[in-house]
């Protein structure tokens, strides 16, 4: 694809450039004079993305900087050339730019693919990497939630927080990071702040097991607030074994003081003495716990066995 210049003369490299869009040999500003050089002779030895903008457009200024982010991340793999309209109009007629951001890619000198507007992140990286043939470009988002996990397991409740938050700029309702700053929250003891936080996820990815399972762990830490202490439950129930209300509410407090196994018990012993005692409550407590700790829990698969061990007696 040949471009034409002013006057009819080939688009040829030379002439004076604007100062450098970002640091990074990556990253440039071009302009009608080096469009030749810096994407169609460039982009036969790596794919180039030319991101057509102006000062006035709003919406350039949101993607602008995410793309330079993608493209620096993927180390070479693909180079960026931004092109200010307003300065390089015939660029813009000849490609019939009608509307900007505009972002086209080009490989052995031909455009061969591109975009419109202001895009998520999460899109311009599987654009920048379906363009690369995802050689350099690194899976940023899966590098943030393995770091989060890791400060999570290892009690850096603030470390995990931050990367988790850097993952929902990165990817706005981003299931895997919603739940996990949530369970930050909720490891905290602020169950308001937790519940709050579930609610930014994104609507495809309320049924994500990683939102199932924080929003059960939510559920039984709320109805933990409303019962007593388990010393005061426990020595109720030895005056009374028969009080299922009694042993219920202990289960609820020996989850929230952390101890989910002496919970698990105690349910199970509801459902062993009167399965259907206030419409199956125990065994359907029993559930929520399930949902909490994950089908692959070994306390889960425990209680499972012996609650059908139970139901089928």
């Known amino acids: 694809m040949a471009l034409i210049g002013p006057g009819g003369r080939p688009l040829t490299s030379g002439g004076t450039k604007a100062p450098s869009a970002a640091p990074g040999a990556n990253v ?29 457009c709003e919406p350039c200024k949101q993607l602008g900087p995410a793309l330079e982010k993608v493209v620096a991340e993927a180390n070479g793999a693909v180079k960026l050339v931004k092109i200010n309209i307003d300065e390089n109009q015939e660029i813009a007629r000849q490609l019939r730019i009608q509307s900007i951001p505009a972002v086209y890619a080009f490989k052995d000198g031909q ?14 990286r599987a654009f920048v990497q379906q363009l690369a043939g995802n050689a350099g470009v690194h899976d940023r988002g899966a590098e943030l939630l393995a770091a989060a996990d890791e400060a999570f397991v290892a009690g850096d409740m603030g470390g995990a927080a931050q990367a988790y938050g850097q993952m929902l700029q990165d990817e706005p309702g981003h299931p895997g990071a919603v739940a996990g700053l949530a369970r930050c929250y909720l490891k905290s003891g602020d169950v308001e702040r937790a519940r709050k936080t579930l609610g930014l996820v994104r609507p495809d990815g309320a049924s994500d097991e990683a939102i199932r399972t924080v929003d059960a762990e939510l559920k ?53 003495r009167d399965r259907k005692w206030n419409d199956d409550a ?23 066995r012996r609650l059908s061990s139970i139901l089928f007696s």
């Open 282 to 304: 125990a065994r359907g407590h029993l559930v929520t716990l399930f949902e909490a700790m994950g089908p692959a829990d070994p306390r889960t698969i425990d209680a499972r």
């Open 220 to 272: 039984l830490r709320e109805k933990a607030q409303t019962v007593g202490e388990a010393g005061d439950l426990l020595a109720k129930l030895e005056r009374d074994p028969k009080d299922h209300q009694a042993r219920y509410d202990l289960a609820l407090a020996l989850d929230a003081k952390g101890d989910r196994e002496g919970a698990i018990r105690e349910l199970l012993e509801i459902v062993r």
């Open 28 to 56: 440039k500003d071009g302009s009608i004079e080096t469009f030749a050089a810096d994407v169609l002779e460039a982009s036969r030895q790596v794919p180039v993305i030319v991101d057509f903008w102006a000062p006035w």
């Open 111 to 124: 455009p061969v693919d591109g975009f419109m507007g202001a895009v998520p992140e999460s899109q311009i």
